[in-house]
T-cell receptor, first 111, second 112 residues
Framework: GIQVEQSPPDLILQEGANSTLRCNFSDSVNNLQWFHQNPWGQLINLFYIPSGTKQNGRLSATTVATERYSLLYISSSQTTDSGVYFC?????????????FGTGTRLLVSP | EPEVTQTPSHQVTQMGQEVILRCVPISNHLYFYWYRQILGQKVEFLVSFYNNEISEKSEIFDDQFSVERPDGSNFTLKIRSTKLEDSAMYFCASDLLGGGYTFGSGTRLTVV
């Protein structure tokens, strides 16, 4: 099945710093989403981005589907950005719809 | 913005007991899912449901698990005889097709 790898696995930032999280996937996808899992365990949908670039406030994401990767940019990080960031993809041509999650990047933003 | 609602948020159960986790997907969505996340691990697909039947299930989704959409709005996951290793966060999700998946806030199941 499709492999979804995220890097780095852990990231520690000072408040105000910028960061880039990466998601590589091993096969073509119909869908790619970025999620933030907050300390309470909730999965917050950040972006639905099968291709192209989107921005939402301090966050932006770019997916280059032909090269099988996606990047999530966090600018001017805040302590509330702490948590785990997951990339999830929906493989093409499996015959069924489902999301396959990466292993996540654990982010800690310190004041 | 429409939400996927899950109840309860936290459930504690004795090993061997049956549990039912409940979800109300977004009303015009067509595909429904359950995912599971064991503490500290990644989110894993359990089952997808479309047109009132299971469309795909993972190896995790064995005979102890079942899903139902009894009344056109609720979507339930039943675990017949819980084991310690069933302790996890269970997420319900729904999808319209092509617009992205929306996840509920999860039910934390603790089996003691």
């Amino acid at each position: 099945g499709i492999q979804v790898e995220q890097s780095p696995p852990d990231l520690i930032l000072q408040e105000g710093a910028n960061s880039t999280l990466r998601c590589n996937f091993s096969d073509s996808v119909n869908n790619l989403q970025w999620f933030h899992q907050n300390p309470w365990g909730q999965l917050i949908n950040l972006f639905y981005i099968p291709s192209g670039t989107k921005q939402n406030g301090r966050l932006s994401a770019t997916t280059v589907a032909t090269e099988r990767y996606s990047l999530l940019y966090i600018s001017s990080s805040q302590t509330t950005d702490s948590g785990v960031y997951f990339c999830a993809v929906e493989p093409v041509n499996t015959g069924f719809q489902k999301l396959v999650f990466g292993t996540g990047t654990r982010l800690l933003v310190s004041p | 913005e429409p939400e996927v609602t899950q109840t309860p948020s936290h459930q504690v159960t004795q090993m061997g007991q049956e549990v039912i986790l409940r979800c109300v997907p977004i009303s015009n969505h067509l595909y429904f899912y359950w995912y599971r996340q064991i503490l500290g691990q990644k989110v894993e697909f359990l089952v997808s449901f479309y047109n009132n039947e299971i469309s795909e299930k993972s190896e995790i989704f064995d005979d102890q698990f079942s899903v139902e959409r009894p009344d056109g709005s609720n979507f339930t996951l039943k675990i017949r005889s819980t084991k310690l290793e069933d302790s996890a966060m269970y997420f319900c999700a729904s999808d319209l097709l092509g617009g992205g998946y929306t996840f509920g806030s999860g039910t934390r199941l603790t089996v003691v």
